[in-house]
């Protein structure tokens, strides 16, 4: 251990500044012991002995919020070093709650083992009990790691019912600049696996070294959930919104919860007790571990602790059509493994730690796959279950175009017909709300539903769909949302009784912020809202193109209107126009579209006004900015101009800063879910500040995390994690079509929100990222995400199971295939890079299409040729002739 003597005269001024200030349970003004072992600095608090910097060896860089310990020194805020837990004595029926954080007491220093860094006993900050508690700060093999020993003094057995690490991290930006939270803050991401559970700790700004926490060896340390902890609020935490999310705890056991906060849900994992007979004492504890590859080494780091890691291929969302592969990285054989629900998934063993991952044809929702090690440790693995993508989308636009209807031509809002916000939990059409902008058309909840319907449209068209959307196109979104200069209001519907003295409004509070009177409901100064109308302007003149006599206009009219709405949204009366835009990856389309159809004045006009945008990201340090300190929906907007316009130093920063919150891990609740909890507080039907599970913001960064993997197709790190996004909005859709906003992570909730909300926006990231992608991956070998693989004898075949089945990328060859209209049936190409083949054909319900436009894109290497030189090039591809009733191959060749 060494002793930085300038550190810590720096840190006690600030100790004794700030104690003068503010109140300080946490005794900050007595100092800190600090520490230095082999991987970390560490500082922890003299008084209260609990963990309050950590820093990588040598680094400036901090894990946790150390400078803002002095709004952190209250009881009732948590530290790393805290523990809470219930307890009851055998015989008794109450469980007796025991919390470190709540009444804090000065402790004494124990002895202590030569690798403890520091000891203390718990009970003068704990209720009189039966149990002792030691706490230990240790140093593991240059680690440092956490270990109480909870020893029953009674003369009865003591069942302990629940028992939580709290963790803390930097995720604090309250009074931060973008630009000093990227400096100084963090996000975590759990792993809620039992005894191979962790918490990965990344940077926000995506690169640099990463903390992973893992259970401490020889304890009992499983992960069996993720507890909210609450706190009090200060104005200098902002504890519970936007600009403070709020800490979690690691829980160990949580039959104590299950029996009563959470007796309705079912939890993530199996609650259990553990008995303490008189006398006895049990170990608990975490190991702190760096990874010092960042985000791409999490899984060796975590290997290194002796815990098992886990991949799925093609990730943790399995439609019941496509199988998925397993592989276990583990010291220890597995004994047993065992599918819950038995009947959803069938899993079968294809080497020592390689195992096939089957659905079961009536298999839907969530499913759990629990591994027995023979050293004793239990793995769970969290897949979602949902119908086979052609079927579940097929659901998804039947719902919206029937039952989210909207069909009331007395309306005084002026939104008949479309497509609405809907309850699912009521079964009902939310045609007013006090959140006006949910029941109004625009800003974000508004749009979810009519966007998704024709972002649907793109993927599988249906001529019913068709008809409603086109209504919905001439008599709302043309006329009443968008005004005659283009600008697009931010709701239709407001609350205004005075001016509306025939409407009945419900009885509810219309108090709050978001109920808005008809002016504040019809400014168009949010530049948000225009992305919406260009993408459902923009898929109707992709299907007008594609298909004959399914739109109200020529397909021009509709690429033109999409090009004006983008337009719009520059002008100086609109706000946040210098920003990102979540969906805005739709206006590069509408850009190439443009160029393609020779719309020469337009393309150059948008792309100048992107340029210009791009050239502003380009010379700020944080160009993600939104309405919020911190957020994950600006990066995808930043990303496409960025790599539009060759600005290479951007374009990494953005792939890095998507990293820094989307993770991959071994459940499909986290795996490829982009960092969110605000946003069920603003446009969900359960109001809450929670970790959101796919949330639109998902597939949306999906795009991000896919382009680049095409660019470097040997990074299977941002397939892995990019394919998962993409595929999240197929676990909103329920099995009647229904698709919820999001779905609620907290253990008492485990539910989707029952309002369809911005689902839109994350369906939009779907239509345009999902494919079927073709890996190398150096450790397991070829695979296919989104699609069945077979290889033989010089040749790989696969078929296509994405919800799109127009894109097929070819790591290997670094050569991506795409198609506007039909699917593309099966794929099959020479391993030595000289001839690919491919069968394309049409849905049975979809318009009759005379052809097809076939782009090609390859990173590196030759051109690829058409063996059918008749075939004609148009729009930036290749025109290829379809039929209804049969299929039509196309074969690609180069020398």
Known sequence: MRHSWLYSVCIGLFFLVSSAFSRDDLGIGNGTFDLTIANFDLSIARDAQVLVSLRPSGDSFDFLPFDKLQDRAF??????GDLTYRYRVQGEANWVDGDTAQNRKALTESKHANDVLKASGLSPTLPNGPLQIIREWMDVDGDLGLRFTVRNTGESSVEIGSLGFPATFNNIFTGRTPEDAQKLCSLSQPYIGMDAGQIRVTPIRGDGTTLVVTPLINTTSSFEAYRFLSEPYFDSTRYQTHEYEGNYEWQVLTKAWAEKEWADQDPWNSPSSMIIKAGEEARFGLRFSLSLQGVRGFDKAVRKTGMPVAKSVPGYILPRDLPGKLFIQSDSEIVSIIADPENALSVTRDGLHEYSITPSDSAWGRARVQLEYRDGKTQTIHYYIVKATVDAISDMGSFLTKNALFNDSSDPFLRSPSIMNYDHEEGHILDQEPRVYLSGLSDEAGTGAYLAAFMKQIIQPNMAELEVLNAFVDEVMSTNLQREDNAIRKSLF???????????????????WGSWNKEASYLVDRAYNYVHPAAAYWALYRVSRSYSDVTTHDWDWYLKRAHQTIMRSIKNDVLYNDLGLMGETVWGEILLDLQR???????????????????????????????APWDSTGQEGVYYWAKYFGLSTLTEKTVNSVLGFMPSIPHWAW??????????????????????????????????????????????????????????????????????AAFHSFPELLTWDSYLSDYGQGFLGLSLAAGTYIAEDQDIGLVAYGGILNRAQGTVSVEPRDPSRKRIFIGPLKTMITIETGIIEKLVYDESGRSISFTISQLPDAPSAKDTIMRIDFVSGSNWELRDTSTEKARGGWKVPLLKSESVQVELYRE
């Open 671 to 740: 795996h490829g879910n982009a960092h969110r909890y605000w946003d069920f507080s603003i446009a969900a039907k359960i109001k809450t500040f929670e970790r959101q599970v796919h949330h639109y913001a998902s597939a949306l960064n999906a795009q991000v995390l896919l382009s680049a993997f095409r660019d470097d197709p040997s990074d299977t790190y941002l397939l892995d994690i990019g394919h998962g996004g993409s595929f999240a909005p197929l676990s909103n859709i329920h099995q009647d079509g229904f698709p919820s």
């Open 494 to 512: 407001f609350y205004e009784p005075d001016k509306l003295p025939q409407y009945k409004y419900e009885e509810a509070d219309w108090s709050q």
């Open 75 to 80: 009881n009732g805020q948590y530290h790393w």
């Open 597 to 627: 159809e020779g719309l020469d004045i337009e393309a150059r006009e948008l792309e100048e006004a992107m340029r210009n945008r791009s050239s502003h990201w380009n010379a700020v340090s944080y160009p993600y900015g939104s309405e």
